[in-house]
């Protein structure tokens, strides 16, 4: 089972990126999944997550009116479109499968991790 996050890499602030996680090994149609990212020197941190429909949706306040998380089951795939990119949006960004099929904000309740892609925003 391999989350694999792409979508990556260095953009101006105001800029935006388009992130992707493909599932492989498995289906992930019935769990909720989420985005989460860590800069250096800080923790994790939960940035949104979508349940098994796509229609619910939980986005931290930080990115709220910013970003949007979206998944498209029958490609076994989760997106996170980023706009208005800051400077402090600047971590490894990383995508997960929970244990549950509802939102979940918590990281210790997914069960599955990608590998994370850099997000890097220049002031």
């Known amino acids: 089972v391999q989350l694999q996050a792409s979508g990556g890499g260095l953009v101006q602030t105001g800029g935006s990126l388009r992130l992707s996680c493909e599932a492989s090994g498995r289906t992930f149609t019935n769990n909720g999944m989420g985005w989460f990212r860590q800069a250096p020197g800080k923790e994790r941190e939960f940035v949104a997550a979508?349940?098994?429909?796509?229609?619910?949706?939980v986005y931290a306040d930080s990115v709220k009116g910013r970003f949007t998380i979206s998944r498209d089951n029958a490609k076994n795939t989760m997106y996170l479109q980023m706009n208005s990119l800051k400077p402090e949006d600047t971590a490894v960004y990383y995508c997960?499968?929970?244990?549950?099929?509802?939102?979940?904000?918590?990281?210790?309740?997914?069960?599955?991790w990608g590998q994370g892609t850099q997000v890097t925003v220049s002031s």
């Open positions: 997960a499968a929970a244990w549950s099929a509802s939102t979940v904000v918590t990281a210790s309740l997914y069960r599955y």
């Open positions: 979508i349940g098994w429909r796509g229609e619910a949706k």
